[in-house]
């Protein structure tokens, strides 16, 4: 059911990093992408995979991964994430990505949910770097880095209390507790 698929789609920090994600996979999960709605049909989003070890481990350090998790630099040796997509907007075909990016990217994480994997849309991200390493010519915008894996944390749904803190949190055990609000608080008009 969507509903079921939708809940367990979590931004996910942690993984089993030994557990591997081939190119068919992500190709995959690309064909998703490419498959959805595209503003005015225009389809200017462009797609780089990793899923080598070596590649990863290149990315890795130019992702930001948790900012309301000041002390935490992000998931250490082990719990890395098995694979990579970077999605670029081609600035020969449009200069405005906001809505295809939205939609690939959830399309993407929706798909990858399907299969047993659990990922996060990063946007902080050290762009130039990011450019350099992997050899991106300057026709494509960076627009985010989606990581992805076999999730090793639990996330735990919980409702935003009185104070309307939504910050997301981690508990001693390493549970990562996310505040969504009510319906009642998000329709405001029927």
Not at 87 to 112: P, V
Not at 120 to 146: H, S, T
Not at 179 to 185: C, F, G, N, S, Y
Request: aromatic share 8%; net charge negative; with cysteine.
């Amino acid at each position: 059911m969507l509903k079921d698929i939708i809940q367990k789609n979590r931004s996910y920090r942690r993984f089993y990093e030994d557990h591997v994600i081939d190119e068919a996979v992500l190709r995959e999960l690309i064909e998703l992408a490419r498959l959805s709605p595209s503003g005015s049909n225009l389809q200017p989003l462009k797609y780089i995979l990793s899923y080598s070890p070596e590649k990863n481990e290149q990315i890795f350090p130019q992702l930001g991964w948790a900012g309301y998790l000041k002390d935490w630099p992000g998931p250490e040796v082990g719990e890395r994430p098995s694979a990579y997509i970077i999605i670029l907007g081609d600035k020969n075909i449009s200069n405005s990505f906001d809505k295809d990016l939205g939609i690939a990217g959830q399309s993407i994480l929706l798909g990858a949910t399907e299969k047993g994997l659990g990922g996060c849309m990063l946007g902080n991200v050290k762009r130039q770097e990011l450019r350099k390493i992997l050899n991106i010519p300057e026709q494509y915008e960076i627009l985010l880095v989606i990581a992805l894996g076999k999730p090793k944390e639990n996330v735990i749904i919980e409702t935003v209390g009185p104070e309307g803190d939504v910050k997301y949190w981690h508990d001693d055990e390493r549970n990562h507790h996310v505040p969504k609000r009510i319906l009642e608080d998000i329709i405001i008009g029927s």
